[in-house]
């Protein structure tokens, strides 16, 4: 777990003093989860194999607790240091907002990502709120009811297919996602012996709990306060979308004669075996393992047997999304080692 705990929490600690004190702190939070994290991958090319680990990791459970209960006072730091009173320059205050967007996007969306899948209803909760947070809480619902069931099809607006550059992927992917959770979560509510309220709809908790963050922003600086909330959160969100992006792209399950994609496989997930961003990213670069197992915590995922891999490090290959024409040279050749 120490790897884990490192990773995840020196970045933040480099950020808090960055927020507070500014100067050569926000430079160094940025290396953290850019330069620094892209050396230690290079450094160590393959994270080793974890084996059989399926009992509760305690010190896991604590770690995800701890950065779930610390995400709120962060964005709040965060947008005072960003758009209030917080006497950083605009150089400073730009950078102050990268270095957050990019920490909630990669330890943040991992961290909200692991809870949302625990069995305890508070865990999950806090997760969804980390999501509410980010202005993105439609995803806790979308990821668990349409993305975990329909992966790799068509009728996951988060499996991007063959050809699809990142641009044209993320806003059929936030709206698709947005309206795949919304009539996941009503028909499930529809099938219920007692019809529910109206108001305890997810989507309802979803919305109002966003308003409520622009007005924790709006109390904290303003209408600044507001504008650094919105880019903070979606910086984050673009993280997230190229998560999404990276970790299905091109991998289609087959559709068998009565018309039901085949079980969700290893074959149906990107991963990234290197070190140090898979414990920033509490191992979510594992992602083939997830998908077969979903209920193991995160210290537990395995990089076993075959499966997908790509080319270079998540948070390179996140980069590489960012201009379709060179992601599709990079991916050509592993992709099609991959397709049917």
Not at 33 to 54: H, K, Q, S
Not at 133 to 149: D, E, I, Q, T, Y
């Amino acid at each position: 777990m120490l790897f884990f705990d490192i990773a995840t929490l020196l970045p933040a600690l480099l950020l808090i003093a960055g927020a507070i004190w500014g100067g050569w702190w926000v430079w160094a939070a940025l290396l953290c989860l850019t330069l620094l994290t892209w050396a230690i991958d290079r450094l160590v090319r393959r994270a080793a194999v974890r084996r059989g680990r399926n009992s509760e990791f305690p010190a896991g459970t604590a770690l995800a607790v701890g950065l779930g209960l610390m995400h709120l006072p962060l964005m709040a730091l965060a947008v005072w240091a960003v758009g209030g009173a917080s006497g950083h320059d605009l150089p400073h205050r730009l950078g102050l907002l990268a270095g957050f967007g990019l920490f909630f996007g990669q330890v943040g969306h991992p961290n909200a990502h692991e809870l949302i899948h625990r069995p305890a209803r508070w865990m999950r909760l806090l997760g969804r709120a980390i999501y509410v947070a980010l202005l993105f809480g439609h995803h806790a619902s979308s990821h668990l009811r349409v993305h975990h069931v329909h992966v790799g099809t068509d009728a996951d607006p988060s499996s991007a297919p063959a050809g699809m550059g990142f641009w044209r992927f993320a806003p059929r992917a936030w709206a698709g996602s947005f309206r795949a959770g919304w009539r996941a979560e009503t028909a499930l509510r529809a099938r219920a012996k007692t019809p529910p309220a109206a108001w305890t709809h997810p989507y309802a908790g979803y919305l109002a709990g966003a308003a409520a963050c622009l007005l924790l922003a709006f109390g904290i600086a303003g209408g600044w306060g507001v504008a650094a909330w919105l880019g903070i959160a979606g910086y984050a969100q673009l993280q997230i979308l190229l998560s999404d992006y990276l970790q299905h792209y091109g991998l289609r399950r087959r559709i068998g004669p009565d018309g039901r994609p085949e079980p969700v496989g290893p074959q149906h997930s990107w991963n990234g075996p290197e070190f140090w961003s898979s414990a920033m990213m509490l191992n979510a670069p594992r992602h083939s393992h997830h998908h077969t197992h979903p209920a193991i915590a995160f210290p537990a995922l395995d990089l076993t047997g075959e499966m997908p891999t790509l080319p270079h490090p998540v948070p390179v290959m996140g980069a590489i999304a960012l201009v379709p024409p060179l992601w599709r040279r990079v991916m050509a050749r592993p992709l099609a080692a991959w397709q049917p």
